[in-house]
């Protein structure tokens, strides 16, 4: 088994889902499974022209890295890449990857939704949205249903 190093990336720049998965299992015979979420930005019905997300860095890595060591101690994963985006983004971009790989698929899926489900709550990430009318919107508030889907991994 590979030693265990995600790739953990808070970056402005898009990324490519197939480069990603290229990059995690390229040379690797113990991989049986690979799952990848994508979280993109929506128009809101077409009432939105962006969506503007902040970080406080080194403090939003870090605990990307501690929810990914959770995961990794609950199934037994070969390799895990998390890309999280800041700055502007606009709609039909990507925003988040979370792509997780294991010998088998139950666990790929089963810690692919727990990093979702604790990156929504977790990660100190900030959202303000911009609306298709050119006015600057307000700051995106907390979910209950995030934090009630995170709930269920206690």
């Known amino acids: 088994m590979k030693a265990w190093n995600p790739n953990i990336r808070v970056q402005r720049d898009a990324?490519?889902?197939?480069?990603?998965?290229?990059?995690?299992?390229?040379?690797?015979?113990?991989?049986?499974a690979t799952v990848a979420f994508t979280g993109?930005?929506?128009?809101?019905?077409?009432r939105l022209a962006a969506l503007e997300l902040e970080h406080y860095p080194g403090m939003a890595d870090a605990e990307i890295a501690r929810i990914a060591n959770e995961a990794a101690e609950r199934w037994p994963l070969q390799g895990l890449?998390?890309?999280?985006?800041?700055?502007r983004i606009a709609p039909g971009e990507p925003i988040v990857l979370v792509l997780t790989a294991s010998a088998h698929r139950q666990a790929a899926f089963e810690a692919a939704s727990f990093l979702m489900d604790y990156l929504k709550t977790r990660a100190p990430f900030w959202k303000k949205e911009h609306a298709a009318d050119g006015t600057e919107g307000d700051w995106v508030a907390?979910?209950?249903?995030?934090?009630?889907?995170?709930?269920?991994w206690r």
């Open 15 to 32: 990324f490519d889902l197939n480069e990603e998965t290229r990059r995690l299992v390229e040379g690797r015979g113990d991989i049986g």
């Open 40 to 46: 993109w930005c929506r128009d809101e019905d077409e």
């Open 81 to 87: 890449t998390i890309i999280h985006r800041t700055g």
């Open 142 to 152: 907390a979910k209950e249903t995030d934090d009630s889907a995170a709930g269920r």
